[in-house]
């Protein structure tokens, strides 16, 4: 395998792996969701719980704060994940028709011309929305809420940064795809999710799935 598509392949891993973990937050989020639905529907749990000495640490605002801060963490830290495996949403009107080696060519123009600027602008703007958090040390706007609200908003950060790194091992593999050898070409397509349609039209050195035989047998 050569260098460049190495080093696309270590890239991939960070978005991937930690898109993949942040997934499991799915599941305290929606236990969180249901104990507080419940404890505070239902008359008995919630005067019960009330009377806690610990209650502080489960009263309903605390749980609202904490609900959103995990469905934002795990929205942010999905981007990129959800970018390499092509789980984002694609109005492909016209795209889809295209042969393979077009739809490349459109998506790495699409990277360079609205991704790059865009995720390095949301990044500059994210730095200063956190440091303002941290510096003014911005808690729940209750006062009983969730404080230093800046950890939650650091994740900003994390997330639009795992999306520039999934944005640039797509490129690196669309350059590969594009302009590399046989290898390099067949290497990067198996690594590429971004396609509309499964066949090379535009194959490289006759990089095209075999045609389809018939098995029907001719009427006598």
């Not at 019960?48 to 609900?67: A, F, N, T, V």
Request: charged share 20%; proline share 4%; net charge negative.
């Amino acid at each position: 395998m050569s260098i460049i598509l190495k080093m696309a392949n270590y890239i991939d891993v960070l978005p991937r792996r930690i898109g993949m973990a942040g997934g499991w937050l799915i599941l305290p989020l929606i236990a969180i969701i249901m104990f507080d639905v419940v404890t505070r529907k239902i008359d008995f749990l919630r005067i019960g719980m009330s009377e806690l000495s610990w209650y502080w640490l489960i009263e309903p605002i605390k749980l609202q704060d904490l609900e959103w801060h995990l469905h934002g963490v795990l929205l942010l830290l999905s981007f990129g994940f959800g970018y390499l495996v092509n789980a984002h949403v694609r109005v492909d009107i016209f795209r889809e028709k295209l042969t393979a080696r077009s739809q490349a060519k459109v998506e790495l123009f699409g990277l360079l011309v609205f991704a790059v600027p865009y995720l390095l602008t949301v990044l500059y703007y994210a730095w200063i929305f956190v440091h303002a958090s941290y510096t003014q040390g911005e808690g729940s706007e209750s006062l009983t809420g969730i404080p230093v609200r800046w950890i939650v908003k650091s994740f900003t950060i994390y997330g639009f940064t795992l999306a520039f790194l999934a944005v640039l091992t797509t490129m690196i593999r669309l350059c590969a795809y594009l302009w590399g050898g046989p290898e390099m070409h067949r290497q990067a397509r198996d690594d590429l999710q971004i396609f509309a349609i499964d066949d090379d039209h535009e194959g490289h050195q006759g990089h095209s799935l075999p045609e389809e035989t018939s098995h029907t047998k001719p009427f006598a």
